[in-house]
């Protein structure tokens, strides 16, 4: 389970697009609010920030974690369940094209497949 704080910390982070904008905000440090994103990252093993000296600049896994949370984190039960469901439709979509339509099409174009396969 993903942490509500951590959420609303990257919420506020991609709203302002700064870490120190966000913490001014939230009443962090700047470090805590870098520390966060950076404990976020860890629990879903993905980079939600591509940094450079003066700017960052979301990934898509950020702005697609973001609409999660959005969901999750409202305080109506309709759109905690609509966050639900659409994770779950993403999650399945994902594993569906991977694990059934990706090698069926690989299998249909047989010596002509780009793939190198195992």
């Known amino acids: 389970m993903l942490n509500p704080v951590l959420l609303r910390t990257l919420t506020v982070v991609l709203r302002t697009s700064s870490f120190a904008e966000a913490a001014r905000e ?4 700047g470090s805590a609010v870098s520390q966060q994103i950076a404990a976020l990252e860890r629990s879903i093993r993905m980079q939600l920030f591509e940094r450079s000296a003066h700017s960052i600049r979301p990934t898509p896994a950020a702005i697609m974690l973001a609409v ?3 969901f ?3 305080e109506l039960l309709l759109t905690q369940m609509l966050g639900f469901t659409l994770a779950v439709a ?4 994902a594993t569906v094209v991977r694990m059934v339509v990706g090698p069926a099409l690989l299998q249909l174009a047989g010596r002509y497949n ?3 396969g195992e």
Request: aromatic letters at 24%.
């Open 72 to 74: 999750t984190l409202g």
């Open 90 to 93: 993403v999650l399945l979509d």
């Open 68 to 70: 999660f949370a959005a």
């Open 114 to 116: 780009w793939w190198p």
């Open 26 to 29: 939230l009443g962090y440090t």
